[in-house]
Structures are given as C-alpha cells and as structure tokens.
C-alpha cells in the first residue's frame, strides 16, 4: 500500500505545534546565556563595552542584561513574542555593528553573521508568531 504524500492539514500534529517552542527555545538559549555571562563578569562586560568606544557603559550593560535575560525568558514562554523578537532581532543587528563589524578579521566576520542569521531568525518569529505552545495562544 502507498503513503500519501505529504500535505498541509488544518489541524497540527503534536510535533508540529511543538517546533515553534522548540524554535524559541534553541533561539533564545544564546541570550539567555550571553546575559547569564554579562551578569557574572558585570566589570569585564563593561570594560568590553567602554572599549568599542559607545558612551555611557553602565547603562548599555543593563540594556544589555533587560534585553537578553528578560527577552530570552518572554521568548521562551512565547510572552509578547513578536513584540520580544522584533527587539531581540533589532539588538542582534545593533550588536553586530558596534562589535563585529571589523569584518576583515575572520573572528569578527563569524561573529557578525551569526548575528545577522539570528535576526533573521527571529524575523521569522516575528512573521508567524509565537505558536500553539505559548503564554500568546492563551490571550
């Protein structure tokens, strides 16, 4: 007997109402822990921050540790997720900028793709939202 070929259903299968939270977990895993790195080196994090030259360290660092460790945490339990990964997506792209843009320098360039992919990323989030698995699917 043949199988039917793939096809979009109506209704999703348990593994596909999973992925996006799936999705939102492997995305927010390098935020959540950036900024557990940034709150354990606070004086490093800000020295790094001073370096690149941006004025006013101390209040970039708390930006930093809001927008990781409280954006990781929404994005993970799919809360205001479009809203989350639009700014999660805004700072990814803000941060390869000031601190990856030496593009020469192969380091670097890894570095500032990887951000301009996480972006990208979460764009895609912010396209189709949080999914069935979320605090957003309860609202």
Do not use: C
């Amino acid at each position: 007997m043949a199988t039917a070929p793939y096809s979009h259903t109506a209704t999703p299968t348990n593994v596909q109402s999973a992925l996006p939270l799936v999705g939102r977990i492997g995305i927010a895993a390098i935020f959540l822990l950036s900024g557990l790195s940034k709150l354990a080196a606070p004086g490093a994090t800000i020295g790094y921050i001073a370096s690149s030259g941006l004025p006013l360290p101390q209040l970039g660092f708390a930006i930093a540790l809001l927008v990781e460790l409280g954006g990781s945490i929404a994005l993970i339990l799919g809360y205001r997720t479009r809203i989350v990964a639009g700014i999660l997506a805004a700072f990814s792209v803000a941060t390869a900028l000031a601190f990856h843009s030496a593009l020469g320098d192969q380091n670097q360039f890894i570095h500032f793709f990887k951000n301009i992919a996480m972006a990208g990323g979460l764009l895609q989030v912010v396209a189709f939202g949080a999914g069935g698995w979320s605090l957003d699917a309860r609202r």
